[in-house]
């Protein structure tokens, strides 16, 4: 059974870090991970994913301040929040892609060009002024 867990969410001040971590089980290839968040009233948005190769890819707000990394013995993938800002603030959900497209408010999402197929539960962060 596939599941994707994610840990390391948290209340942070403006300017401070986090390190989200999410566990992948049940895939029996390595599979394009990544991050997607969504704040309160938006639409999810993708924030950086990493292929089975190791290829990175960050969304404009994550370039600079967000690093997201693989451990492929332990098929997990880090994504390092740093100089945290208020904007940051929202549910941060760890996806795999791959499998049948699984929607979320309506919407498709990919990552690496394929269609999410795995969502986790999500993590809350949390950045205050």
């Known amino acids: 059974q596939v599941q994707l867990v994610e840990s390391g969410g948290g209340s942070v001040q403006s300017g401070g870090s986090l390190r989200l971590s999410c566990t992948a089980s049940g895939f029996t290839t390595r599979r394009c991970l990544g991050w997607f968040r969504q704040a309160p009233d938006r639409e999810r948005e993708g924030v950086a994913s990493i292929d089975g190769e190791g290829g990175i890819t960050y969304a404009d707000p994550a370039k600079g301040r967000f690093t997201i990394s693989r451990d492929g013995a332990e098929n997990t993938v880090y994504l390092d929040l740093n100089r945290l800002e208020t904007e940051d603030t929202a549910i941060y959900y760890c996806?795999?892609?791959?499998?049948?497209?699984?929607?979320?408010?309506?919407?498709?999402?990919?990552?690496?060009?394929?269609?999410?197929?795995?969502w986790g539960h999500g993590t809350q962060v949390t950045v205050s002024s």
């Open positions: 996806a795999a892609a791959g499998g049948a497209p699984a929607y979320r408010g309506g919407r498709q999402y990919a990552l690496c060009g394929v269609p999410v197929g795995y």
